[in-house]
């Protein structure tokens, strides 16, 4: 069955450096994946949507890569704040207008 | 949270109970989805709604069902709740348009006694 992977439970990272988080997919092509935030307590928000043949999308701090050949999807976050602590989330198309969703990689920006 | 509210946001209930949770968007849009989020499983999909009366199963359905009467409203019923439906329940809409992005509303964290 299809799979969006994020193997990475947790990340921490110094201030100013930047994060990258990977999501992998598996047993299927995905036309698109997306990244959503999560904060403790509150429900995923949405991030960015990458196409399969979009190489890179870019919002602000914020970089997504799609690479079809390695099957998988990088996200960074440049020049990293306290404030990106979160759980970030990966997701690809399921049928019938659903999503199927990554474990995610919890971040941790520290001083 | 792009006008969704769920209720109650917390509860506690024992084994067996029935428990109703509520999901309201004021948008209108047509699709809507209910999640649980449990520690290593991330979110798992329980059904999902296309219109008013329509809904499907999603991977993880045993011991749940929902309702849709009207747009608005989507609910999530546990006939007789165990502790293994302990978790944090999540509902989200899907406004038209491609990309199938989704937009969730704040939680129901439930407690199984």
């Known amino acids: 069955s299809q799979k969006i992977e994020q193997n990475s439970e947790a990340l921490n990272i110094q201030e100013g450096k930047t994060a990258t988080l990977t999501c992998n997919y598996t047993n299927y092509s995905p036309a698109y994946l997306q990244w959503y935030r999560q904060d403790p307590g509150r429900g995923p928000v949405f991030l960015l949507l990458?196409?399969?043949?979009?190489k890179e999308k870019r919002k602000e701090r914020l970089k997504v890569t799609f690479d079809t050949t390695l099957k998988q999807s990088l996200f960074h976050i440049t020049a990293s704040q306290p404030a990106d602590s979160a759980t970030y989330l990966c997701?690809?198309?399921?049928?019938?207008?659903?999503?199927?969703f990554g474990t995610g990689t919890r971040l941790q920006v520290t001083l | 949270d792009a006008g969704i509210t769920q209720s109650p946001r917390h509860k506690v209930t024992e084994t067996g109970t029935p428990v109703t949770l509520r999901c309201h968007q004021t948008e209108n849009h047509r699709y809507m989805y209910w999640y649980r989020q449990d520690p290593g499983h991330g979110l798992r999909l329980i059904h999902y709604?296309?219109?008013?009366?329509?809904?499907d199963k999603g991977e993880v359905s045993d011991g749940y069902s929902v309702s849709r009467s009207k747009t608005e409203d989507f609910l999530l019923t546990l006939e007789s709740a165990t502790s293994s439906q302990t978790s944090v329940y999540f509902c989200?809409?899907?406004?038209?348009?491609?990309?199938?992005?989704?937009?969730f509303g704040p939680g129901t964290r439930l407690t199984v006694l």
């Open positions: 997701a690809g198309p399921g049928t019938a207008s659903k999503l199927t």
């Open positions: 709604s296309y219109g008013v009366k329509d809904t």
């Open positions: 989200a809409i899907k406004p038209g348009g491609a990309g199938d992005t989704q937009y």
């Open positions: 990458i196409r399969e043949n979009e």
